[in-house]
């Protein structure tokens, strides 16, 4: 029996070291995407959206992952795990180390490069993610279209419970300069980003 719980271990090991070998099996790939979507549910449990229906907000991170693989067909496994870990940091207790021990450095340095620092003003953060959108990795750059195509469908279709019509308006307006210094990521969805801001920008012209 102990000889067996060695050899088990061994073998989990030997996945996690293999993670993001450059041949990823099938079987690795789905251990990867299952304990993360676990690690990333259990961190996010006690939270909500702020739509109408209170969801789950791990919808918003497997919604994010969902729009890389489905339309922007990106097939890194490293992005698609750093996707559904993208606020894991940021809004709960989750640290950088324990995102590295579990899913590897290159996961962390991903999820480092999406993260806020909330210690500082809203305002400056929103400046900086303009600011580093331009330099940041091709791997960040593609969770953060993803992320932004995500939020911004989710205004389309209701306006949070507390915002403004105002508030929404300056968030498309905000989000289309960090859109802006992502362009040559992925023409797949920044066509799709592009569109939903035109139309909104239409759409308050109108008005």
């Not at 324990?98 to 003003?121: C, N, Q």
Request: charged share 35%.
């Amino acid at each position: 029996m102990e000889e067996n719980n060695y050899n088990n271990q061994i073998k989990k090991r030997k996945i996690e070291t293999d993670l993001f070998s450059d041949e990823i099996t099938q079987d690795k790939l789905v251990y990867l995407v299952i304990k993360c979507a676990n690690f990333a549910a259990i961190k996010h449990s006690h939270q909500r959206r702020l739509n109408k229906e209170k969801t789950p907000y791990i919808n918003h991170p497997i919604g994010v992952a969902n729009i890389l693989v489905e339309e922007g067909e990106v097939c890194d496994p490293a992005v698609i795990v750093a996707a559904l870990l993208h606020d894991t940091v940021e809004d709960t207790d989750t640290t950088f180390e324990e995102i590295e021990e579990h899913f590897g450095a290159k996961v962390r340095k991903i999820v480092e490069e999406v993260t806020d620092d909330k210690s500082l003003p809203k305002l400056e953060r929103k400046r900086l993610q303009i600011e580093h959108a331009p330099n940041s990795s091709h791997e960040a750059k593609l969770v953060k279209l993803a992320d932004k195509l995500y939020n911004l469908r989710d205004l389309e279709k209701e306006i949070p419970e507390g915002w403004s019509i105002e508030r929404v308006n300056e968030y498309f307006k905000w989000a289309k300069l960090v859109v802006d210094g992502l362009k040559g990521t992925n023409i797949k969805l920044e066509k799709l980003l592009d569109d939903m801001l035109i139309k909104n920008s239409e759409t308050k012209e109108k008005l």
